[in-house]
Every structure is written in C-alpha cells, then in structure tokens.
C-alpha cells in the first residue's frame, strides 16, 4: 500500500508532472507532499486558523498528540510490515538456495555411481543458478523499494519536527 502510493507520487513528480515542481528542501513543498501522501488516509483542513486532522476512514479527528501517535506508531508499523514482507520474499529465496547446496552436497556425499552423482548435481546446479538469477532479478527490484519505503517511514521522526511541520501546513493551507 505505501510502496504503490510513494512510487504514484514519485511518478507524478517525474516529467513534468502534476507534481514536478515539489522540492524537498521547501518546507511548504513537504507539506504538499506530505498532504498528497496521505490524502486518502488523513485529511488536513484549516477551521478559524486551527488545523483539523482528520482520520479519513474512521471519519474522527485527531490531536495533535493522537497524530503523532498515528505518525509515529500505526503508519510507522505498516511500512516497517511492507518492508519486511519485500525482506522476508528475498530471504525465502535464500534459503531454497541453501537447500539446493546442501542437496548439492548430499548427493556427492551419499550417491556411490559416478553417473548417478553427475546427473544429480546437474540437475541441482540448474535449480540453483535459477534460483540465484531470481534473487538477483529480485534483489535489484526489491533493495531500492526497501530503501523508498525507510525513507519515508524515518521522516519526520520525533515530535519537534512533526509540529513544526504541522504549524508550516497551517500556512500552506491558510494561502494555497
């Protein structure tokens, strides 16, 4: 869910998109995306100069305090949960490689016929380059999503920087 959102995001900022003119060193910028990012889950709104935060599916508003809570636990543990998936797909294929190479070891360890031995280790030397070529193929896609999503799930990380961001929406939101 997060990765499919960042990467839409990422798409828009890219050639000219709705989104290209974001720069991240711009306060008012990371608003923006910050808003953009999380449109569906929270919404921001400014009532009387008092920003509204508001948990889009359960329809409540939040503190401040119950914001960073969401912020720093609930959307922090589903990225961590999104990342470790992406980890865990690349450690399964690990794993069936170690046990191709300890089949590997067996067969010429336990198998007395030569030829035996030799179709064998033929046959398990295929299953692990297949195997190594996936985890490589895998590794190269997977690796830089696990690095987008620690990004984004490391931002903002401790409350001063959260209300201040929260304090400059107030603005963007007061003048867009």
């Given at each position: 869910?997060?990765?499919?959102?960042?990467?839409?995001?990422?798409?828009?900022?890219?050639?000219?998109?709705?989104?290209?003119?974001?720069?991240?060193?711009?306060?008012?910028?990371?608003?923006?995306?910050?808003?953009?990012?999380?449109?569906?889950?929270?919404?921001?709104?400014?009532?009387?100069?008092?920003?509204?935060?508001?948990?889009?599916?359960?329809?409540?508003?939040?503190?401040?305090?119950?914001?960073l809570?969401?912020?720093?636990?609930?959307?922090?543990?589903?990225?961590?949960?999104?990342?470790?998936?992406?980890?865990?797909?690349?450690?399964?294929?690990?794993?069936?490689?170690?046990k191709?190479?300890?089949?590997?070891?067996?067969?010429?360890?336990?198998?007395?016929?030569?030829?035996?031995?030799e179709?064998?280790?033929?046959?398990?030397?295929?299953?692990?380059?297949?195997?190594?070529?996936?985890?490589?193929?895998?590794?190269?896609?997977?690796?830089?999503?696990?690095?987008?999503?620690?990004?984004i799930?490391?931002?903002?990380?401790?409350?001063?920087?959260?209300?201040?961001i929260?304090?400059?929406?107030?603005?963007?939101?007061?003048?867009?």
């Amino acid at each position: 869910m997060w990765l499919e959102k960042i990467k839409k995001l990422q798409n828009e900022q890219k050639n000219f998109g709705r989104l290209s003119y974001i720069n991240s060193r711009c306060e008012l910028h990371l608003c923006i995306y910050m808003i953009e990012l999380l449109k569906d889950i929270i919404d921001f709104q400014l009532n009387d100069d008092e920003l509204i935060i508001k948990l889009v599916k359960e329809d409540r508003i939040l503190s401040r305090d119950e914001f960073l809570y969401w912020w720093q636990i609930t959307r922090h543990n589903e990225i961590y949960k999104e990342e470790t998936m992406l980890v865990k797909s690349i450690h399964k294929i690990q794993k069936e490689i170690e046990k191709v190479k300890k089949l590997i070891s067996a067969a010429e360890d336990n198998i007395e016929d030569p030829d035996e031995i030799e179709i064998k280790v033929k046959e398990l030397s295929a299953k692990h380059d297949k195997l190594a070529n996936e985890l490589k193929e895998k590794t190269s896609i997977i690796k830089p999503d696990v690095k987008i999503l620690e990004g984004i799930r490391n931002s903002f990380p401790n409350k001063e920087i959260l209300d201040l961001i929260l304090n400059i929406m107030k603005i963007y939101l007061k003048y867009k």
